[in-house]
């Protein structure tokens, strides 16, 4: 049985097995803590896997005024949307951007409803509502996340924007050149200096490099892939230079609900192996009904 079947096997057993995903409250080793002024850090985690997302704000520096950041920081740290120094997620609301918010330990609620548990952040961007979610299924290893307009306020515009370096950060691999790929249903796109617009139709994208593959470089790890609703945004572009950081930006359609989800590993994948439990799994890979409701642990009001 090859390294992949044997994968296949072990994510179809773990979602067979009793139980249903985790998501709780915990503590955990913050970098630099001197420079944290709040903080609140969630674990999911589900038979397949887990993820901990750790919501930061940052004391104020110079003139710069205190920063709220999110950053991913299981399974891995080094790697694919954990390993950029700031937050690894974007949001902005009508111009306002989510790092100059000031979040409270009530707009936070962990939720558990049948096979989904999750954290729900209630954030208030002068005046316009916006819940914030990210779960794990039962049946999958991916992070999933929803960006849900609110009553209250109006939603104009709302952009959401990922950050991720595939297979790693190499010491002198920017003077050796990238070769970054983007891999999707239609075939592939190769790094370039211009911004590339998604095309219709496109709804996961498979992120990797094809200079860094594990086995062959060390202190890489193989691939990183995103998922989206690509019916609730109203364009896509993709960011992808000779450079160790890629970018993904939604200019999302204010009058709808974004999913999405991410998937990282700390357990190293060969390009090709990936593609392969991509396509053996994709069910488990593929976008669902999102639950944001259930047994909420505080009140969810927003900053």
């Keep these: 049985m090859s390294r992949v079947a044997i994968i296949v096997l072990a994510l179809l ?91 409270r330990t009530e707009s936070f609620s962990c939720w558990q409803r049948g096979e989904q548990a999750g954290v729900d952040l209630a954030l208030n961007f002068d005046g316009a509502r916006v819940l914030l979610s990210f779960c794990m299924r039962r049946d999958s290893p991916v992070l999933w996340a929803k960006v849900t307009p609110q009553a209250g306020g109006t939603v104009r515009t709302a952009q959401l924007s990922l950050f991720a370096v595939p297979s790693g950060m190499v010491p002198g691999q920017l003077s050796e050149g990238y070769q970054r790929i983007a891999i999707h249903a239609e075939g592939q796109r190769e790094q370039g200096d211009e911004a590339w617009v998604l095309p219709a139709g496109i709804d996961y994208l498979v992120l990797t490099d094809e200079a860094l593959e594990p086995g062959q470089r060390e202190g890489t790890i193989g691939p990183c892939y995103v998922v989206f609703d690509a019916t609730a945004a109203e364009r896509g572009l993709l960011e992808m230079r000779n450079s160790y950081r890629l970018t993904l930006t939604f200019q999302l359609d204010p009058s709808k609900v974004f999913a999405f989800g991410v998937w990282e590993s700390s357990r190293p994948y060969a390009n090709a192996d990936f593609l392969e439990l991509l396509d053996a799994s994709r069910a488990a890979f593929s976008l669902s009904e999102v639950v944001t409701e259930g047994e909420p642990r505080g009140s969810g009001e927003a900053p």
């Design 13 to 103: 057993l773990a979602s067979l097995a009793p139980g249903n995903p985790e998501a709780s409250f915990v503590e955990a080793p913050i970098y630099r803590a001197e420079r944290v002024l709040f903080s609140r850090q969630v674990r999911l985690r589900n038979r397949q896997g887990q993820y901990r997302l750790d919501f930061v704000q940052l004391r104020p520096q110079g003139n710069r005024g205190a920063i709220f950041q999110i950053y991913l920081r299981e399974p891995t740290v080094y790697y694919s949307f954990s390993r950029p120094l700031d937050s690894f997620l974007d949001l902005q609301v009508n111009g306002i951007a989510l790092k100059w918010l000031e979040p």
